[in-house]
C-alpha cells in the first residue's frame, strides 16, 4: 500500500467561516495500562484540536482504545505523557462541563429513570427552582421517547433504554463540551436513526462542541464536521482528518444519494480497511520474522562432582 493512501492532506476543521479556537487540546499524549511484560500501550502521541462548537466524530475498530480516548478528554484518565488542555489550562479531573455518555451507561441502579436523569440536572442547575428543574428533567425524558418509562430502574429497561437515560441524562445538563462514547450502539436501527437525527436537532439547536465516537462511518458524516479515525493499536494514533463538506441541516433519509456523502463514506472506509490490513501485514510479518541467531555455544557442565558437594555440605 502506499503511504499516500494512508495520509491524505489534513484539512483544518471550518465552523461558519471562520476557524474557531481550540476548545480541547491534546499534545502528544501517550497511556498505557499495567506494567512489565503485561504493560498495554494503547494510544501513542495523540495530537488533537477540537474546535470551539465543532461536531466531530472518531472512528475505529473494536479495542483500538476509543473509550481510553474519551476517559482522557473527560479527565477520567490521565495520560502518562503528553498534555491535555481544556480551552488552555490543564485538564485536572471530570468537571460538568465536559459531559461524558458513557458506552455502558454507568446508571445508578436504585434510581428510575427520572432519578437518574434528575440527580444530574439538581447538582448542575442548583440556581433553578424545583418547578424549572423539573420540567427540564421532563422534556429530556420525553426527547429520549421514555415517559412511560420514567419510573422504572435499571434493570427493568432494554439496553437501549438503558443508553438512552444515559444519553437525556449528560444532555440535560448542558455541558459546554458534550462526549458521546458509541452514544447508540445498543439501540435498533429505527430507533438509532431516530435519535441520531436527535442528536443533530439538538446540536444544530445549541452548537454545543460535540465529539462523538462510533464505529459507524455512515453517522460520523451524517453527524461531523471532521472525521479522525483512530488507528488499530497497540499504540494506536490518530490518522488523516476527513473534513465532511455536506451542508446542514443534514437528514439521513436525503444523504444516500449524495454524491458527496457515497464518495466520503468510500474514502473513510478505504482508510479504514487499509490501515487495519497495514496492522495485520505488520503483525504477521514480526510472527514470521526469522529468529535471532543465537551462538553456537557448548555449555560447560556446571555440575560438581558428587564427592565435592559432599565435602561441600560436611
Ligand atoms: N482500566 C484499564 N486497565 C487495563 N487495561 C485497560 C483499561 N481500560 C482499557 N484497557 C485496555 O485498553 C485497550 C483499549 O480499550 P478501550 O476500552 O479504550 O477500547 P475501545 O476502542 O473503546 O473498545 P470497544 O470498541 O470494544 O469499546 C484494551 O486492550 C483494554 O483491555
Ligand atoms: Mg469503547
Not at 494503547?42 to 472512528?59: H, K, P, Q, T, Y
Not at 455518555?101 to 424545583?130: C, D, E, M
Request: aromatic letters at 4%; a neutral charge.
Amino acid at each position: 500500500m502506499s503511504a499516500a493512501v494512508l495520509t491524505p492532506p489534513v484539512i483544518e476543521a471550518r465552523v461558519g467561516r471562520t476557524v474557531a479556537a481550540p476548545v480541547l487540546s491534546m499534545l502528544g499524549v501517550c497511556k498505557g495500562f499495567g506494567s512489565g511484560v503485561t504493560r498495554n500501550e494503547v494510544l501513542s502521541n495523540i495530537n488533537l484540536n477540537v474546535r470551539e462548537g465543532e461536531f466531530l466524530a472518531v472512528v475505529g475498530f473494536s479495542g483500538s482504545g476509543k473509550s481510553t480516548f474519551m476517559k482522557l478528554l473527560a479527565g477520567l484518565e490521565t495520560p502518562d505523557r503528553g498534555e491535555l488542555l481544556m480551552e488552555g489550562k490543564p485538564v485536572q479531573g471530570p468537571s460538568p462541563d465536559r459531559g461524558l455518555v458513557f458506552q455502558n451507561y454507568s446508571l445508578l441502579p436504585w434510581l428510575t429513570v427520572r432519578g437518574n436523569i434528575a440527580l444530574s440536572v439538581n447538582s448542575v442547575f442548583r440556581s433553578w427552582s424545583k418547578g424549572e428543574r423539573r420540567d427540564h428533567v421532563e422534556k429530556f425524558i420525553e426527547m429520549v421517547g421514555l415517559t412511560h418509562a420514567a419510573h422504572r430502574r435499571p434493570h427493568e429497561l432494554s439496553g437501549g433504554m438503558r443508553q438512552r437515560v444515559s444519553l437525556a441524562r449528560t444532555l440535560a445538563m448542558k455541558p459546554k463540551i458534550l462526549l458521546l462514547d458509541e452514544p447508540l450502539s445498543a439501540l435498533d436501527a429505527m430507533t438509532r436513526s431516530v435519535l441520531q437525527e436527535e442528536i443533530l436537532k439538538i446540536w444544530e439547536e445549541e452548537r454545543q462542541t460535540c465529539v462523538m465516537i462510533t464505529n459507524d462511518v455512515d453517522e460520523a458524516i451524517l453527524v461531523a464536521d471532521r472525521i479522525v479515525p483512530l488507528n488499530p493499536g497497540p499504540n494506536a494514533s490518530l490518522g488523516p482528518t476527513f473534513t465532511v463538506g455536506l451542508d446542514r441541516p443534514r437528514r439521513a433519509s436525503e444523504l444516500n444519494h449524495d454524491t458527496t456523502f457515497k464518495g466520503l463514506r468510500n474514502a473513510v472506509t478505504n482508510y479504514l480497511v487499509a490501515v487495519r490490513q497495514k496492522t495485520r501485514d505488520d503483525e504477521e510479518s514480526l510472527s514470521t520474522a526469522p529468529l535471532i541467531e543465537l551462538p553456537d555455544l557448548q555449555p560447560r557442565s556446571l555440575s560438581l562432582p558428587r564427592k565435592s558437594i559432599l565435602n561441600a555440605t560436611t
